[in-house]
């Protein structure tokens, strides 16, 4: 059975930081593509950072500067770094594997919120 659990979410005032989690089980993680999303009141699901097995990355524009993505194979994790955080980043942010043509395997999302 497929895992994904994230951690780490929570509030913070604009300009402070936040580092996401996610704990992968049932899959054999170093093989995977993993992200990222995010998914606000009222707007689509986004991409917001990925990693390949290679550990190359790209980010949303939004957040290049601010985000950082990372991975730890041995222990089958992966990490959201973010600084500076703007009341726009406020979302529900998901961890994902990447399966191809079948779709991602999701996490269950963790909520973010960036207020004063």
């Known amino acids: 059975q497929v895992q994904l659990v994230e951690s780490g979410g929570g509030l913070v005032q604009p300009g402070g930081s936040l580092r996401l989690s996610c704990v992968a089980s049932g899959i054999t993680f170093s093989i995977y593509n993993m992200g990222w999303y995010r998914q606000a009141p009222g707007k689509q699901r986004e991409l917001v950072a990925r990693?390949?097995?290679?550990?190359?990355?790209n980010y949303a524009d939004s957040v290049k500067g601010r985000f950082t993505i990372s991975r730890d194979n041995a222990n089958r994790m992966l990490y959201l770094q973010m600084n500076t955080l703007k009341p726009e980043d406020t979302a529900v942010y998901y961890c994902?594997?990447?399966?191809?043509?079948?779709?991602?395997?999701w996490g269950q999302g963790t909520q973010v919120t960036v207020s004063s």
């Open positions: 990693i390949t097995r290679t550990g190359s990355t």
């Open positions: 994902s594997a990447d399966r191809g043509p079948s779709g991602p395997y």
